[in-house]
């Protein structure tokens, strides 16, 4: 790697092209004794400036394994990099999708704890509801938390929901505790996508499934949420149509 000028900034440049690196993509995040060796600082340094990163959310730390990587603030604020791609990718899909449900559909991204719906698409007929996009809700109780968490082992789900109360949400209808927690995800990974009943609201639903970049990482959900009286009944099969648009949606992210 290039050295920097030796500021601060120039720490930070070079700490979050180390944490971009295919290696640290490749190790699900990186650690700060890896990062100061392939920056070439002090790891107190290092440390600082980390923790400057996290605060502005341009890194995110894995509360199971302590490894560092890009957070999506990042990606928000790159014009014509990945988050570009894949909203473009995107529009086509949901509204495919729409078109094909008949209800609302929704691209999100995980923030900790939470879901960040970053783009929606409703059916043109529809009444529409306040707006999702830049909605943060709770991870564990809806589907799109579910498909973006499919792929993180059981430790580091349990470190990183540790704080969060469950007790079946607002509904309670929702997980009890973190292990009802593991077990749902576990039965929305065997399917390939996740499907909630009134967990978030009374009287909503919904079904999602992980969308994921060219080398297999999940960086997105797509999702389709309804109230209960209309989408209850077909909710498997919204589920297997989610699924095959977040696949649609994958390969499209792999030829780009």
Known sequence: MVAQPATTLGRGLDILIAVGSADATAAGGLGVVRIAELVGREKSQVSRALKTLLDTGLVERDPGTRAYRLGWRLY???????????????????????ARVGESAHLSVLDGTDVLTVLSEAPASAVRAAGWVGRRVPA?????????????HD??????????????????RGPRDVEDFLRRVAAARARGYAVVDEE???????????????????????????PKFRLGR????????????????????RSA
């Open 155 to 172: 430790d580091a789900l349990r470190g990183r929901f540790a704080a969060v109360a469950f007790g079946g949400g607002s509904t309670g």
């Open 234 to 253: 077909r909710l498997e099969a919204a589920g297997r149509d989610v699924r095959a648009a977040a696949a649609e949606l994958s390969a499209r992210l």
């Open 76 to 98: 928000a604020m790159a014009a014509g990099a990945g988050d570009a791609r894949l909203l473009a990718a995107a529009r086509p899909v949901l509204h495919a999708l729409v």
């Open 200 to 226: 978030l609201e009374p009287g909503l639903v919904g079904a999602a499934a992980p969308v994921r970049a060219f080398d297999g990482r999940v960086v997105a959900a797509i999702n389709v949420s309804a």
């Open 140 to 152: 564990h109780c809806t589907s799109s938390g579910r498909a973006l968490l499919l792929d993180e």
